[in-house]
């Protein structure tokens, strides 16, 4: 059976042992009765999956432009091109001049350091969570970090930033309270034990009302350093989130290490960034722990493309034109009523989501369907995944790239078939 070219050519794409496999549960088929011997190549390939991998590609029109069960920022096709040429054999590690050894991701780490230029050193690992962790076991292993009660936050799935940081040895010294702090608190906190001030950005969370907190700027006339954990993944200011905070800003008011995550606002891959003082860079970059979190080919191939590349997906659903969403969504609704189907046009409101910009509202637009259209498009290849507001499915457009819009339309028109 498996020198059938079809079998053979998904032995090829899939691997011999799963089309082995799939070949099996069919002849057990034909003995049980259930199918004739001539059928058995057919339902094989019927049982296979379309690739290897069993992610399921889906189409974002939550109306969450980084939604963190999604894998968040969707990679530019720069990125994605870079990804395939970083999974063959290449240079990350050698300097192809000279034939000997050279330092890993250089061009990433080049292309970081000309889009920050207020830092004087910068350094990837894998992720953000793992950055401030780095951070926190250099500088402050056996130490303390002084932080504010209202910025020990939990950062998803349970994850509590106070654990965090526990764990890498340090010591949490904590001050003001849970809405209001002020420099006199840290002042009177700062001392021999400080290994830093830890500055975090509420960036899932907004505390409004009878608050106060300290910026960067204060803090940095403190006699020791300043780590601002800026979360987003913001490397200057941003037009359509101006109370966002970017790496830039922070390092000219004086922070002393920026840590930041690459697959946020950033629109890059899953990657964890330090920008800074050269002197704790180096420090950071060869603590024994660097080496446990530092980033493969892939990752340093699709965040240099990002730095270097076009606008990214994340970047053009933030500036896109309210006004062509709604031509949009029109246009697609007018198309699935002339099949039938009972679709209209909304007005809606889109988040950054992902950690970032909480708060900010995104005026968008979208198409409306049966509540049952939900569970339909979840089950389709590719999936959709929408959002049910007064039993109807909603498909928000401000995350769908334009180019999908027929592959959205065609993904409807098979779930009113099932």
Known sequence: ??????????????????????????????RDGQLEPEGVADAALAALPEQACSLVPVLNATGILLHTNLGRAVLSPAARAALQTASGTTDVELDLNTGTRGRRGRGTLAALARLVPDAGGVHVVNNGAAALVLAATALASGREIVIARGEMVEIGDGFRLPDLLVS?????????????????DYEAAVGPETGFVLKVHPSNFVVTGFTASVPVRELARLDVPVVADIGSGLLCPHPVLPDEPDAGTALRDGAALVTASGDKLLGGPQAGLLLGRADLIQ??????????????????????????????????ALYADVGQLRTRAVAMAESLRSNGIDASTVDTTAAVGGG???????????????????????????????????????????????????????????????
């Open 1 to 30: 059976m498996l020198s059938d070219a079809r079998l053979a050519a998904a032995a090829g794409k899939l691997g011999r042992r799963a089309v082995k496999a799939a070949v099996t549960a069919a002849q057990q088929q034909v």
């Open 168 to 184: 890498t040895g340090a010591r949490l010294r904590e001050v003001g309270t849970a809405n209001r702090v002020t420099l006199a």
């Open 283 to 316: 420090t950071l970059r060869r603590h024994p722990l660097a080496r446990a979190l530092r980033v493969d080919k892939l990752t340093l191939a699709a965040l240099e493309a990002t730095l270097t590349g076009p606008r990214t997906p994340t970047d053009e």
């Open 356 to 418: 970032g910009a909480p708060g900010v509202n995104l005026p968008s637009a979208a198409v409306s369907l049966p509540t049952e259209y939900a569970a339909l498009l979840r089950a389709g290849r590719p999936a959709v995944l929408g959002r049910v507001e007064r039993d109807r499915c909603v498909l928000d457009l401000r995350a769908v790239a334009p180019a999908d819009d027929a592959v959205l339309l065609a993904a409807v028109r098979s779930a009113t078939r099932a």
